[in-house]
């Protein structure tokens, strides 16, 4: 059995993964070949911002003096809450339960093998309610607005308990 980290950057538009690293551990590194892929493929554009929660990988110095010298702008959650890093949480269900990521690996090339599969039929093949019911490579060539198949999640406070109460979540259709 293999344990390893799987760091993905994604294009917050298409959905599409445009950068990802699988390495042995959470040190900047698989981030950084993750980041550098993505800058290698897409390149940076005027404005773009790295968005990501507070992991130590992301919070360290290498990291953000990459992001820096890249002129990539910096955002980070606030409170480590999910819905914070939402586009990040769902891509990471998706992988782990539809493509069955979250399995356990005998070495490390078989989990590659996995990985590398996996990522191509989530870019390919797997159409998205958040970007007009396209591939992530297909609404990656589009500009402009996509219409969105969903709704955001509605939160209320409970009276008087100042708890949140999670809302109905329906389809657009």
Known sequence: ??????????DAYSKKIVGWCLWPDLTSEGALKALKMA???????????????????????DYANYLKGSEIDISMTEKGDPYENAIAERINGILKHEYDLADTFTDYHTALEAVKTTINKYNNQRPHRSVDMMFPNQA??????LKKHWKKRQF??????????????????
């Open 39 to 61: 800058i290698s493929i897409e390149g940076i554009k005027q404005g773009l911002i790295h968005h990501s929660d507070r992991g130590i990988q992301y919070c360290c110095n």
């Open 1 to 10: 059995m293999v344990f390893v980290y799987l760091s993905l950057i994604t």
């Open 156 to 173: 209320t406070k409970k009276q008087n308990s100042g708890i949140p109460e999670k809302g109905v979540m329906e389809n657009q259709e």
């Open 140 to 145: 990656h060539q589009m500009t402009g607005s």
